[in-house]
Protein backbone atom coordinates (compact mmCIF):
# COMPACT_ATOMS: atom_id res chain seq x y z
CA UNK A 1 0.00 0.00 0.00
CA UNK A 2 1.34 3.67 -1.07
CA UNK A 3 2.67 5.16 2.15
CA UNK A 4 0.69 8.59 1.11
CA UNK A 5 -2.59 8.45 -0.22
CA UNK A 6 -4.78 11.19 -1.99
CA UNK A 7 -8.50 11.23 -2.67
CA UNK A 8 -10.17 11.52 -5.23
CA UNK A 9 -6.98 11.35 -8.07
CA UNK A 10 -9.75 13.27 -10.50
CA UNK A 11 -12.20 15.68 -10.44
CA UNK A 12 -14.07 17.88 -11.80
CA UNK A 13 -16.06 21.02 -10.55
CA UNK A 14 -18.00 24.10 -11.56
CA UNK A 15 -16.91 27.84 -10.58
CA UNK A 16 -18.59 28.18 -7.03
CA UNK A 17 -18.69 25.00 -5.64
CA UNK A 18 -17.04 23.80 -2.38
CA UNK A 19 -14.60 20.74 -2.51
CA UNK A 20 -11.95 18.88 -0.34
CA UNK A 21 -9.08 17.16 -1.42
CA UNK A 22 -7.96 14.43 1.47
CA UNK A 23 -4.65 13.29 1.99
CA UNK A 24 -3.40 10.26 4.08
CA UNK A 25 -0.42 8.98 5.16
CA UNK A 26 0.55 5.80 7.43
CA UNK A 27 4.63 7.09 7.42
CA UNK A 28 4.32 8.15 10.89
CA UNK A 29 5.36 12.02 10.00
CA UNK A 30 4.61 14.72 11.81
CA UNK A 31 4.58 17.08 9.15
CA UNK A 32 2.37 17.60 6.20
CA UNK A 33 2.03 19.88 3.16
CA UNK A 34 -0.08 20.73 0.10
CA UNK A 35 1.52 21.87 -3.38
CA UNK A 36 -0.29 23.07 -6.29
CA UNK A 37 1.65 22.20 -9.56
CA UNK A 38 0.79 24.49 -12.55
CA UNK A 39 2.81 24.15 -16.04
CA UNK A 40 5.96 26.26 -16.23
CA UNK A 41 5.07 27.22 -12.25
CA UNK A 42 6.63 24.34 -11.06
CA UNK A 43 5.25 23.66 -7.61
CA UNK A 44 3.97 25.80 -5.16
CA UNK A 45 3.63 25.74 -1.20
CA UNK A 46 -0.40 26.16 -0.36
CA UNK A 47 -0.23 25.36 3.18
CA UNK A 48 1.98 23.19 5.58
CA UNK A 49 1.46 21.54 9.14
CA UNK A 50 4.61 20.85 11.32
CA UNK A 51 1.70 18.84 13.85
CA UNK A 52 -1.96 18.73 14.40
CA UNK A 53 -1.95 21.87 16.17
CA UNK A 54 0.50 24.00 14.14
CA UNK A 55 -1.03 24.67 10.35
CA UNK A 56 0.82 27.69 8.43
CA UNK A 57 0.02 29.51 5.09
CA UNK A 58 2.30 28.93 2.07
CA UNK A 59 3.13 31.26 -0.37
CA UNK A 60 -0.18 31.04 -2.60
CA UNK A 61 -2.69 30.40 0.56
CA UNK A 62 -5.81 32.49 -0.85
CA UNK A 63 -8.90 30.60 -1.50
CA UNK A 64 -7.84 27.24 0.41
CA UNK A 65 -7.84 26.31 3.76
CA UNK A 66 -7.13 23.32 5.36
CA UNK A 67 -8.01 20.80 8.19
CA UNK A 68 -5.60 18.71 10.09
CA UNK A 69 -7.98 16.23 11.87
CA UNK A 70 -5.01 13.33 13.10
CA UNK A 71 -1.24 13.29 12.35
CA UNK A 72 -2.10 11.17 9.45
CA UNK A 73 -5.01 13.14 8.15
CA UNK A 74 -4.41 16.48 6.20
CA UNK A 75 -7.17 18.01 3.93
CA UNK A 76 -7.41 20.57 1.80
CA UNK A 77 -10.49 22.47 0.66
CA UNK A 78 -12.18 24.91 -1.85
CA UNK A 79 -14.21 27.10 -0.23
CA UNK A 80 -15.69 28.43 -3.34
CA UNK A 81 -13.68 27.25 -6.79
CA UNK A 82 -12.56 28.72 -9.67
CA UNK A 83 -11.00 28.21 -12.93
CA UNK A 84 -7.79 29.55 -12.18
CA UNK A 85 -7.52 27.05 -9.58
CA UNK A 86 -7.40 24.36 -12.16
CA UNK A 87 -3.99 22.44 -11.84
CA UNK A 88 -2.24 19.38 -9.93
CA UNK A 89 -2.81 18.70 -6.34
CA UNK A 90 -0.07 17.29 -4.31
CA UNK A 91 0.07 16.18 -0.53
CA UNK A 92 3.79 15.48 0.97
CA UNK A 93 4.82 14.39 4.31
CA UNK A 94 8.33 14.97 5.86
CA UNK A 95 9.61 13.81 9.05
CA UNK A 96 11.28 16.04 11.95
CA UNK A 97 14.58 18.50 11.13
CA UNK A 98 17.15 16.05 10.23
CA UNK A 99 15.20 14.39 7.98
CA UNK A 100 14.19 16.70 5.19
CA UNK A 101 12.93 13.99 2.56
CA UNK A 102 9.71 15.53 1.67
CA UNK A 103 7.24 11.76 0.62
CA UNK A 104 4.78 12.58 -1.90
CA UNK A 105 1.29 11.26 -2.53
CA UNK A 106 0.20 10.01 -6.07
CA UNK A 107 -1.77 14.23 -6.71
CA UNK A 108 -5.29 14.71 -7.53
CA UNK A 109 -6.11 16.50 -10.83
CA UNK A 110 -8.55 18.66 -10.46
CA UNK A 111 -10.16 21.03 -13.11
CA UNK A 112 -12.74 23.58 -12.41
CA UNK A 113 -15.10 24.86 -14.80
CA UNK B 1 13.59 37.24 -4.00
CA UNK B 2 15.01 33.71 -3.91
CA UNK B 3 14.72 31.86 -7.36
CA UNK B 4 15.77 29.17 -8.49
CA UNK B 5 16.33 27.99 -12.14
CA UNK B 6 16.07 25.30 -14.16
CA UNK B 7 16.51 25.03 -18.21
CA UNK B 8 12.98 24.67 -18.99
CA UNK B 9 13.63 22.94 -22.45
CA UNK B 10 13.83 19.12 -22.81
CA UNK B 11 17.24 17.61 -22.89
CA UNK B 12 17.67 14.73 -25.28
CA UNK B 13 20.05 12.34 -24.98
CA UNK B 14 21.09 8.66 -26.24
CA UNK B 15 21.11 5.99 -24.44
CA UNK B 16 24.39 5.09 -22.62
CA UNK B 17 25.44 8.84 -22.66
CA UNK B 18 25.82 10.87 -19.47
CA UNK B 19 22.83 13.43 -18.92
CA UNK B 20 23.63 16.68 -17.55
CA UNK B 21 21.33 18.73 -15.47
CA UNK B 22 21.66 22.29 -13.90
CA UNK B 23 19.91 24.13 -11.16
CA UNK B 24 21.15 27.67 -10.50
CA UNK B 25 19.58 29.78 -7.58
CA UNK B 26 20.03 32.89 -6.21
CA UNK B 27 19.70 35.17 -3.07
CA UNK B 28 19.92 31.52 -1.23
CA UNK B 29 22.10 30.48 1.08
CA UNK B 30 20.92 26.81 1.64
CA UNK B 31 22.09 24.17 3.55
CA UNK B 32 20.93 21.34 1.30
CA UNK B 33 19.70 20.70 -1.89
CA UNK B 34 17.85 17.95 -2.97
CA UNK B 35 16.71 16.31 -6.49
CA UNK B 36 13.75 14.76 -6.86
CA UNK B 37 12.29 12.94 -10.14
CA UNK B 38 8.80 13.26 -11.38
CA UNK B 39 6.75 11.51 -14.07
CA UNK B 40 3.97 12.52 -15.91
CA UNK B 41 1.22 12.58 -13.53
CA UNK B 42 2.54 11.06 -10.74
CA UNK B 43 4.17 12.70 -7.46
CA UNK B 44 7.77 13.98 -7.49
CA UNK B 45 10.19 11.18 -5.93
CA UNK B 46 13.50 12.00 -3.74
CA UNK B 47 16.58 11.06 -5.75
CA UNK B 48 19.12 12.56 -3.70
CA UNK B 49 19.92 14.92 -0.49
CA UNK B 50 23.80 17.28 -1.05
CA UNK B 51 24.60 19.01 2.07
CA UNK B 52 26.77 22.66 1.74
CA UNK B 53 29.92 21.20 3.19
CA UNK B 54 29.40 18.33 0.67
CA UNK B 55 31.12 18.38 -2.84
CA UNK B 56 29.70 15.50 -4.11
CA UNK B 57 27.22 12.87 -3.74
CA UNK B 58 26.60 9.34 -5.32
CA UNK B 59 24.21 6.72 -5.55
CA UNK B 60 24.18 4.33 -8.17
CA UNK B 61 24.59 6.03 -11.64
CA UNK B 62 23.34 9.18 -9.83
CA UNK B 63 26.01 12.03 -9.09
CA UNK B 64 25.01 15.23 -7.86
CA UNK B 65 27.64 18.13 -7.02
CA UNK B 66 26.84 21.18 -4.99
CA UNK B 67 28.90 24.50 -5.45
CA UNK B 68 27.94 26.87 -3.32
CA UNK B 69 30.42 29.89 -4.44
CA UNK B 70 28.66 29.52 -8.28
CA UNK B 71 25.10 28.92 -6.67
CA UNK B 72 25.06 25.48 -8.56
CA UNK B 73 24.15 21.95 -8.44
CA UNK B 74 24.58 19.71 -11.25
CA UNK B 75 22.86 16.27 -11.63
CA UNK B 76 24.58 13.38 -13.69
CA UNK B 77 23.02 9.80 -14.65
CA UNK B 78 25.79 8.01 -16.00
CA UNK B 79 24.67 4.93 -18.55
CA UNK B 80 21.38 6.59 -19.43
CA UNK B 81 18.44 4.16 -20.32
CA UNK B 82 14.96 5.04 -21.79
CA UNK B 83 13.54 4.16 -18.28
CA UNK B 84 15.53 7.52 -16.85
CA UNK B 85 13.13 9.51 -19.09
CA UNK B 86 11.29 12.04 -16.81
CA UNK B 87 11.43 15.42 -15.15
CA UNK B 88 13.93 15.85 -12.89
CA UNK B 89 13.44 18.73 -10.04
CA UNK B 90 16.14 20.48 -7.97
CA UNK B 91 14.60 22.09 -4.48
CA UNK B 92 16.14 24.11 -1.86
CA UNK B 93 15.01 24.72 1.68
CA UNK B 94 13.31 28.58 2.16
CA UNK B 95 14.88 31.44 3.99
CA UNK B 96 13.22 31.00 6.68
CA UNK B 97 14.17 26.99 6.96
CA UNK B 98 11.63 24.66 9.13
CA UNK B 99 12.14 21.86 6.09
CA UNK B 100 10.35 24.16 3.56
CA UNK B 101 11.16 23.33 0.34
CA UNK B 102 10.86 26.03 -2.73
CA UNK B 103 11.19 23.89 -6.22
CA UNK B 104 12.63 24.43 -9.44
CA UNK B 105 10.42 24.12 -12.19
CA UNK B 106 12.21 20.95 -13.45
CA UNK B 107 14.14 19.81 -16.56
CA UNK B 108 12.48 16.86 -18.75
CA UNK B 109 15.30 14.34 -19.72
CA UNK B 110 14.61 12.43 -22.99
CA UNK B 111 16.65 9.25 -23.36
CA UNK B 112 16.46 7.87 -26.97
CA UNK B 113 17.20 4.04 -27.57
Same mark, same amino acid.
Given at each position: ? @????????????????????????????????????????? /???? =???????????? *????????????? @????????? +?????? +?? =??? @?????????????????? /???? | ??????????????????????????????? =???????????????? /???????????? *??????????????????????? +??? @????? +?????????????????? /?????
Amino acid at each position: D @ADVTQTPRNRITKTGKRIMLECSQTKGHDRMYWYRQDPGLG /LRLI =YYSFDVKDINKG *EISDGYSVSRQAQ @AKFSLSLES +AIPNQT +AL =YFC @ATSDKIGRETQYFGPGTR /LLVL | SQKIEQNSEALNIQEGKTATLTCNYTNYSPA =YLQWYRQDPGRGPVFL /LLIRENEKEKRK *ERLKVTFDTTLKQSLFHITASQP +ADS @ATYLC +ALPMNTGFQKLVFGTGTR /LLVSP
